[in-house]
């Protein structure tokens, strides 16, 4: 067993879950925040909690893509450093613009897949029907939410990995 890469994966484990915990305690604070006591829906409602679980799964989605190229530029700090300290620190610091980018990149693909959506459906407002507890209506939006949240996640990903600053391959060409 390779004990370094092993340990690595236990720091990335690690990160996913305390990360994960934090950005969607937050998410769904912001999310109460937001609309829930903006529209004034009830906390038993079910569309309401549809309609949020598909936000929630979007930003886990986006979020997910953010700590492994974090630790792809952990591991080529620590080859490429004398002091451990010294990568950890900027390892916190890579981690946390890669996590702040990610948050900022899942509000806008969930605010803008919403808007969209409201925009082409003219003759029904989504946001009023999930609060009358149209379940029908939460069920789509939130497809159409994960969706475009599949579609977007991966781009995320080349993005994050284009700013690691990977060595040099030889060409053998």
């Known amino acids: 067993m390779n004990i370094k890469v092993f340990s690595l994966g236990l720091i990335q484990l690690?990160?996913?879950?305390?990360?994960?915990?934090?950005?969607?305690?937050?998410?769904?604070?912001?999310?109460?925040?937001?609309?829930?006591?903006?529209?004034?829906?009830?906390?038993?409602?079910?569309?309401f909690a549809i309609f949020s679980g598909a936000i929630l799964l979007s930003v886990g989605l986006i979020m997910s893509e953010s700590i492994s190229p974090a630790m792809n530029a952990y591991r080529i700090g620590i080859q490429?450093?004398?002091?451990?300290?010294?990568?950890?620190?900027?390892?916190?610091?890579?981690?946390?613009?890669?996590?702040s980018i990610g948050?900022?990149?899942a509000m806008i693909i969930n605010l803008v897949s919403i808007w969209l959506y409201n925009l082409l459906t003219?003759?029904?407002?989504?946001l009023t029907e999930i609060r009358n507890g149209n379940i029908a209506t939460a069920i789509i939006t939130a497809v159409i939410i994960i969706s475009i949240t599949l579609m977007a996640k991966d781009s995320l990903g080349i993005i994050?990995?284009?700013?690691?600053?990977?060595p040099d391959t030889p060409k053998f060409y």
């Not at 490429?80 to 890669?98: E, M």
């Open 14 to 47: 690690t990160l996913a879950i305390l990360v994960g915990v934090l950005v969607l305690w937050f998410t769904f604070k912001i999310i109460k925040v937001l609309v829930s006591r903006k529209m004034e829906i009830k906390a038993d409602n079910i569309a």
């Open 122 to 126: 003219k003759d029904v407002d989504e």
């Open 160 to 166: 994050f990995e284009s700013f690691i600053p990977y």
């Open 80 to 99: 490429d450093s004398q002091s451990i300290q010294l990568t950890a620190l900027a390892f916190v610091k890579v981690l946390l613009g890669y996590l």
């Open 103 to 105: 948050l900022l990149t």
